[in-house]
């Protein structure tokens, strides 16, 4: 007998609320316990997205039990009755792990047919009881944007959100509320995110014991692409902007780095049975050989790579998307009058360059960093760009040795070197770091 059947014999015999929620915590426990073998037939998103699934599923049913449950054999239409429960955050984009919180919105419109606070209510406490580890928020549909108003931790949520179960009407008029929250001071939110952003990359820098989500190149870099792109062009993944904003391969390899940070933080996720996502010492020998590595040093080394690929990707296109909110317009004066060859400008210390300019051979750009004042310069992400996708031929010519050599020359070639390595290119430039 499934679980479907099982709930409707208890209904059918009244047992009490205790006995039937204490059928969905077995079923969640046994679901658990069956992890690490889904885990071994899907890793990465796939892992994620059958997960997410299964959550579906199991919310739902608790939301038709509790129907079941108050309406007896009376039962409505569920489109008629006016609550939606919405997934958010990571939940809502399908990639929640294992053992994060679930966050759930249960929308509602009042309407005095129905009482749709006791219907909230009894499916909270269903799911407590059952021991769903939720984070829920309970709103009617027209109090949405003022919600989002008032914390950009609920607006980044909001701006995730997707419909698990009940009435596609009340879903429709949510929908129009979170596209007003969408169109709603986007300067103010794309600005706090990034800002949000650079104290948590202080907080949580590259480390040899990595930390998958709030590291720098970690899952949040990655979701702070989506909720700009979101905010900006409405799209519901990343890769709706491949071919325009990026090409395809970009994306292509982005996504490969991606991948291993999801089966990374599931991996860790299992072994520990917490929401665990830093990658330890202890940890790496057998995370090692649940992903297939055959020792914990490639698993690192790849991890490490990975990151560095997310890192690079979200700094040049998190300032492309945002270049309009970001560029201080007193300075373009100056940008006209620090012109040092097409389409690359140095203002105080700083070089930046246009996105719109077709990118230069590495000669060309070497030559543009030794004619530079020699003093600790930084590098704006649109130059990093330029140096990122820039064509490298091997074997190197004698003129691209040259140049390399009058850099080493200088007093402040730290920063020049720490450029070639956030673009990619310092092991492409000098062999001998393919060995670091």
Request: charge should be positive; aromatic fraction near 12%; charged fraction near 25%.
């Amino acid at each position: 007998m499934n679980i479907t059947e099982q709930i409707e014999d208890l209904i059918g015999k009244k047992a009490s609320d205790f006995e039937i929620s204490k059928l969905f915590k077995i079923y969640i426990n046994d679901y658990k316990d069956s992890l690490p073998e889904v885990f071994e037939r899907n890793q990465g998103k796939d892992f994620l997205v059958t997960h997410t699934k299964t959550l579906d599923s199991i919310i739902a049913l608790m939301y038709k039990t509790v129907l079941r449950r108050l309406f007896g054999n009376y039962l409505p239409m569920r489109s008629s009755i006016p609550i939606a429960f919405i997934a958010l955050g990571s939940y809502g984009r399908e990639q929640l792990c294992v053992h994060s919180d679930i966050d759930l919105m249960i929308v509602y419109e009042k309407n005095e047919g129905f009482n749709t606070a006791a219907i909230i209510e009894k499916f909270l406490y269903l799911a407590w009881d059952a021991g769903l580890k939720l984070g829920h928020r309970v709103h009617e549909t027209g109090d949405l944007l003022q919600a989002s108003r008032e914390d950009i931790t609920i607006k980044t949520a909001l701006m995730e959100s997707r419909l698990i179960i009940g009435s596609p009407f009340t879903w429709s008029v949510a929908q129009n509320h979170l596209t007003a929250i969408r169109h709603d001071d986007p300067k103010t939110f794309i600005l706090a995110k990034i800002e949000e952003a650079t104290l948590r990359r202080r907080k949580f820098p590259s480390s040899m014991q990595p930390h998958i989500k709030e590291g720098v190149g970690g899952l949040r870099d990655s979701q702070l692409l989506y909720w700009i792109a979101k905010t900006l062009y409405g799209v519901t993944s990343l890769k709706e902007l491949s071919g325009t904003l990026f090409s395809e391969e970009q994306y292509r390899e982005y996504r490969i780095a991606l991948e291993l940070l999801f089966r990374v933080r599931s991996a860790l996720h299992i072994l520990t049975g917490k929401q665990q996502d830093q990658l330890v010492l202890d940890y790496m020998p057998h995370i090692a050989r649940m992903l297939g590595f055959s020792d914990e040093r490639k698993l690192v080394s790849r991890l490490l790579e990975a990151q560095w690929r997310i890192n690079n990707f979200t700094q040049i296109y998190v300032k492309k998307m945002s270049r309009l909110y970001l560029n201080d317009t007193s300075i373009l004066p100056a940008l006209r009058t620090g012109r040092i060859r097409k389409g690359f400008y140095a203002v105080e210390g700083i070089l930046y360059a246009s996105y719109n300019t077709p990118t230069p051979n590495v000669d060309t750009l070497l030559e543009m960093l030794v004619a530079l004042e020699d003093r600790e310069w930084q590098f704006d992400s649109s130059v990093l760009f330029h140096f990122t996708y820039t064509s490298i031929k091997h074997p190197l010519r004698t003129k691209t040795y040259a140049l390399l050599r009058k850099l080493f020359e200088r007093q402040h070639l730290y920063v020049h070197l720490k450029l070639f390595y956030d673009a990619g290119i310092l092991h492409h430039l000098i062999g001998a770091f393919k060995k670091v």
